[in-house]
């Protein structure tokens, strides 16, 4: 049996009349699965914060893997998660709450948020990680593109499955790993459209990347610009800016 398994946690993200075969990002993981043949994978969809802590519960309760990770994908505003109309879903601190809560009492050891904006929420990202045994969570700061953003979380749980037990303790390591799954990417790509006048935002200002290694005393830190100086899509600090 594998030790490894992927708790998916899937909002809708078309009404039946915009996109008849509803697209998933579960076609994408199972591909991955079969490709990498050594991870697991549990899948729920949800449509507020009872389902959404419904469908964590449950991943949970079935799973016999002492490894975990947590994707959550669905629509996202920023303020919200899930839900196809303006003002449903659940709160991002709500959602945040209840990963929390689920780490507590498993090894979620890494969490994507694919879902738009929510990136922009880096005290819940710090908050959520600090007080957990979660190492790393990943997320976007603008309204992403679906294809594009589900290719690169691919990437990421490509290579941070690889990752040992032991090199969770390893800031560097886990940082490292970020860079080699991304860098199959160009940091210049738009990524998000911009509305109105405003311009796209590039993949390199679209992300959101939170560390913190189990080793004690550590801290969660907000390790997006190393990680992009590492992948030479930002300038590096200066001495001066260092001081």
């Not at 990752?163 to 990417?185: G, H, M, P, W, Y």
Request: overall charge positive; charged content about 25%; aromatic content about 10%.
């Amino acid at each position: 049996m594998s030790s490894i398994a992927l708790l998916v946690i899937e909002g809708l993200w078309w009404t039946p009349e915009q996109k008849p075969k509803r697209p998933s990002v579960l076609s994408f993981l199972e591909g991955l699965e079969s490709y990498r043949g050594d991870f697991n994978i549990y899948y729920s969809n949800f449509y507020e914060k009872n389902g959404f802590k419904r469908a964590l519960a449950d991943d949970l309760t079935n799973t016999r893997e002492d490894r975990l990770f947590l994707y959550v994908a669905a629509h996202g505003t920023g303020k919200r998660i899930g839900g196809l109309k303006a003002k449903t879903g659940m709160k991002i601190p709500a959602m945040f709450k209840v990963v929390r809560n689920a780490a507590n009492y498993s090894n979620i050891e890494g969490v994507i948020i694919g879902s738009c904006s929510v990136g922009n929420n880096i005290e819940d990202f710090i908050s959520t990680t600090k007080n957990s045994r979660i190492a790393w969570i990943f997320g976007y700061t603008c309204e992403i593109g679906w294809m594009a953003s589900t290719l690169i979380d691919l990437s990421l749980f490509e290579h941070l499955m690889k990752l040992k037990k032991s090199d969770l303790a390893n800031r560097e390591k886990i940082a490292s790993t970020f860079v080699k799954a991304l860098r199959r990417f160009n940091g210049d790509y738009v990524l998000c459209k911009g509305k109105g006048k405003k311009p796209g935002v590039p993949l390199k200002d679209a992300l959101t990347i939170v560390i913190q290694p189990r080793c004690p005393g550590s801290e969660a830190q907000d390790e997006t610009k190393y990680v992009l100086e590492k992948l030479g899509w930002i300038p590096p600090k200066t001495q001066k800016e260092c001081e």
